[in-house]
């Protein structure tokens, strides 16, 4: 007898528990990141490197992001690590028909200091990924 009480239950409680809720449950990742220094003619990074000499003047990043539902803002910025220093930084909406969001980053006054850089991606206030490069002096 205490069996037909008890599993209906626990059917109830795991009908409520299991149940979507109001808006989705969205949950954004970053897949992947792309950095390079030049794109083709689709706007596509050539090459996806991770170390660049300093007269590579222009940084494109490319994020790519699952789980939106909806269009979002991207937030990318990009630090200077040794000072830590935020040298730029930039918002994009990004939707779901084309859950990439572009960035650049051009530096038209001068070549790059050496050092290490890092491409960090947000969300409102939720960091989504990061990505470091390296720029060195070729000897």
């Given at each position: 007898?205490?069996?037909?009480?008890?599993?209906?239950?626990?059917?109830?409680?795991?009908?409520?528990?299991?149940?979507?809720?109001?808006?989705?449950?969205?949950?954004?990742?970053?897949?992947?990141?792309?950095?390079?220094?030049?794109?083709?003619?689709?706007?596509?990074?050539?090459?996806?490197?991770?170390?660049?000499?300093?007269?590579?003047?222009?940084?494109?990043?490319?994020?790519?992001?699952?789980?939106?539902?909806?269009?979002?803002?991207?937030?990318?910025?990009?630090?200077?690590?040794?000072?830590?220093?935020?040298?730029?930084?930039?918002?994009?909406?990004?939707?779901?028909?084309?859950?990439?969001?572009?960035f650049v980053l051009q530096n038209s006054q001068q070549d790059w200091a050496s050092g290490t850089y890092e491409f960090v991606v947000q969300s409102g206030d939720t960091r989504l990924s990061n990505r470091e490069i390296l720029?060195?002096?070729?000897?």
């Amino acid at each position: 007898m205490r069996i037909y009480v008890v599993f209906p239950f626990l059917a109830a409680v795991l009908l409520v528990a299991c149940a979507p809720t109001e808006g989705g449950d969205t949950t954004l990742n970053v897949s992947q990141i792309l950095i390079g220094s030049q794109v083709n003619e689709r706007n596509e990074i050539e090459v996806n490197k991770n170390q660049f000499i300093p007269s590579e003047r222009t940084f494109h990043a490319h994020v790519f992001i699952a789980g939106l539902e909806e269009s979002t803002e991207i937030v990318g910025s990009w630090w200077y690590v040794p000072k830590q220093q935020k040298i730029f930084e930039t918002t994009v909406s990004v939707a779901p028909e084309f859950p990439v969001a572009k960035f650049v980053l051009q530096n038209s006054q001068q070549d790059w200091a050496s050092g290490t850089y890092e491409f960090v991606v947000q969300s409102g206030d939720t960091r989504l990924s990061n990505r470091e490069i390296l720029v060195f002096d070729e000897e």
